[in-house]
């Protein structure tokens, strides 16, 4: 029987043959290009501080609005390679998206990443008056962004968004969840060694640490709602698990949900995965919930 999981092995294996960092970030955005946007969903590009994002009209939208910070190891990745993805959960959530083309490194490294997703959520802000009708969304670097963003908030005394959900979040810089080791040979595209290094050049001068970096040392308490999302046969699946622990432990309210089989970032490929496409409603629901209704 096919695994669930091949399509996304199968892209993987793809991405993995790029020779260079302009090849990856090519292979990443054809990956989510050829599943296109929901039809009920029309794209406008806009300016966001420094940088574009990619603002998607949901034409059965609420007030709502979901900021989505996409992954590819804060070096690759954009607002095409994730919007069908972004585009489906602001459906879903009866919500509009706004997916933001963030700086990227080798050229831009922390905090401009920060700095960046700060904006958009300031901006949203202006847009939408409430904080009550954002939510956030992010996937692997992605998640590690909205953890990192959230926090932000929190320190700047800023009002907070309703719910966040995370998708095969990183959160340990050091890459020492267990899982590293014992997930290596089932997961296609992520490394202990990769993700150490791509952490050492990300945080620059910056030690793992740094209470702006460092998420499972922070004090959690007071974060919206979190949903947390993870494949079983992915090095980062003790990076959620750590992290839902010390939310919970830090009166979060906090749902952790891991999908047997599956590999990192899998909700990617919802157009040919039931098993995705089931998580991704899930996701919907959660924010659904959570965001003023029209």
């Known amino acids: 029987m096919t695994s669930e999981s091949d399509a996304a092995r199968a892209a993987y294996a793809e991405i993995r043959t790029a020779k260079d960092l302009i090849g990856m970030r090519e292979k990443y955005e054809q990956a989510g290009l050829k599943y296109g946007l929901n039809p009920k969903v029309s794209r406008k590009q806009v300016t ?22 996409h992954g590819g190891g804060y070096a690759a990745g954009s607002a095409r390679s994730h919007g069908h993805l972004a585009a489906e959960i602001a459906v879903l959530a009866g919500a509009d998206a706004l997916v933001l083309d963030y700086r990227l490194m080798p050229d831009h490294v922390f905090p401009t990443q920060l700095e960046d997703a700060l904006a958009a959520y300031q901006y949203l802000l202006g847009t939408h008056g409430s904080a009550a009708e954002i939510a956030l969304v992010g996937d692997s670097a992605g998640g590690n962004l909205v953890m990192a ?8 005394g800023l009002p907070k968004p309703s719910a966040a959900a995370l998708i095969s979040p990183l959160v340990d810089f050091r890459a020492e969840g267990e899982s590293m080791r014992t ?19 990300y945080l620059a001068d910056r030690s793992p640490d740094d209470p702006e970096v460092d998420i499972l040392g922070a004090d959690l308490s007071g974060l919206p709602p979190l949903l947390i999302q993870v494949g079983a046969s992915e090095t980062l699946l003790d990076d959620s ?18 999908a047997p089989e599956m590999v990192h970032v899998y909700q990617f490929f919802f157009p040919v995965s039931g098993t995705a496409r089931a998580s991704v409603e899930r996701i919907g629901t959660f924010l659904a919930r959570r965001l003023p209704s029209s």
């Not at 966001?48 to 910070?69: M, Q």
């Not at 290596?184 to 992520?190: F, G, Q, V």
């Not at 698990?241 to 891991?258: F, P, Q």
């Open 183 to 201: 997930k290596a040979e089932a997961d296609p595209i992520i490394t202990q060694r990769a993700t150490a290094g791509s952490g050492l050049r």
């Open 241 to 258: 698990v750590r992290l839902a622990r010390k939310a919970g432990h830090d009166n979060v309210d906090v749902t952790l949900e891991i």
């Open 149 to 156: 963003l959230l926090l932000a908030i929190k320190r700047q």
């Open 48 to 69: 966001v501080g420094n940088v574009s994002a990619d603002l998607l009209t949901n034409e059965g939208s609420g007030p709502g609005v979901v900021l989505y910070l």
